[in-house]
Structures are given as C-alpha cells and as structure tokens.
C-alpha cells in the first residue's frame, strides 16, 4: 500500500474527496500526513477529524523563502510519502523541493492547462471569453502548472457566469479528478514518456 501526504493551505475540499476516497476503499493508500503552511487552515480541521497527522510549517514565521523550504522539505523527508500531493497548496515549490521528489509530486489546478496557469485561473478564464474551462492534475516541476498532465475534465463556462459560479462548478470535477490520479498513481497504472502521460486500463476508455 502506497503512503501519501498532502499540501494544503485553505479550506481543503480535494483533501476531503481524497480522505473520502482512501476510507471508501477506491485509492489503495494511507495518507501520512497533512502539511500546511497556514495554521489557520480548515483542512487541518479535516485532518484531525480524520485521524490524521498534522504538520504546521507557518510560512510567516520565516525571513526568507529559503528558510522555510529548508524546513518544509525536512518535514516532507520525514514523512517517506511515494505521492506528495498539492491540493490547494498557494505556493510555489523550489526546485531543490521538486528535485528531491521526481516523479512523486502531483498538483490540481482549475483550468484545463496549458492556458491559463497560476492564481485566479476562473477570473482569467471568463476574461479571456472561452466557452469551456475545467481541471487539471498534473505532475509538478520547476515551471508553475507547466509539469506533465495526468488527468483533465472539462465543464462549460456560462453566460452568467463569474469567478464564483465558475469556480464552484469546476471543483466539482476537482474533487472527482484528484482522487481518480492518485488511484492511477498508487495501482501503478501510469506511465510518462516525455510530457505525454498514459494511464494503463483507460486509454481506450472514455473519462469516468
């Protein structure tokens, strides 16, 4: 059975699908541990109810970038995860971070990547006008939302829509793609060559 942690920030919603999904029997894995780098955050809240660790590194305490990474990564070592996965982490990781977990390091994002990468991805969506928006897991690297891309769904963006209305209809397919990557990720089932990512048993399949 695979080992999983999670990185969080804010309320935790993927966290909670993941939690979910492991006591449900579909992801075939332990989450270790929750890592966050905002005390305040209500994914710790879900954490403690679910049993599970819980390891504050308050982004506010450090001087520097640096400082804190060097005591972010000394927590992720600890903790021996094969997946790290971000879910509603709101800061990019430092190449000595991704470096030190290749291939171990997933991230969901509410557009359907390559457009649309960084903060406020709904609000650039509907600026930018397109009628279709979506999700996003990938594999992280040193670019930001610029790693391999594992899972995508896609949900229309609607006349009355705003950043809102848009975002909540988009984290309902969030919340149905994480879990299913780590699944793919934790029965070994995917494969990368290059940035072209496969998942064996679905290729010839439709999106569940």
């Known amino acids: 059975m695979k080992r999983i942690a999670v990185l969080a920030s804010g309320r935790g919603s993927n966290f909670q699908a993941v939690i979910d999904a492991i006591r449900q029997g579909s992801i075939p894995a332990e989450c270790v541990g929750l890592v966050s780098d ?27 970038k640096d400082e804190y990474e060097a005591d972010l990564l000394r927590v992720m070592k600890s903790l021996h995860a094969d997946l790290f996965v971000l879910a509603g982490y709101m800061r990019i990781l430092g190449a000595g971070i991704v470096r030190e977990f290749p291939g171990k390091l997933i991230n969901i994002h509410p557009a359907l990547l390559p457009s649309f990468a960084g903060l406020h991805a709904q609000r650039q969506a509907i600026e930018y006008g397109v009628r279709v928006s979506g999700c996003t897991v990938h594999f992280v690297d040193e670019g930001v939302d610029t790693g391999p ?55 010839s399949a439709p999106p569940a």
């Open 38 to 64: 905002n005390p305040g955050a209500y994914a710790i809240t879900r954490a403690r109810s679910a049993g599970i660790p819980v390891f504050i590194v308050d982004y506010s305490r450090y001087s520097t």
């Open 149 to 203: 891309i594992i899972v995508q769904s896609c949900v229309p963006v609607l006349p009355g829509d705003d950043e809102e209305s848009l975002s909540e209809r988009i984290l309902k397919e969030e919340h149905r793609c994480l879990p299913r990557a780590i699944r793919a990720f934790c029965e070994d089932r995917i494969r990368v060559s290059g940035r072209r990512v496969s998942i064996v048993g679905e290729d």
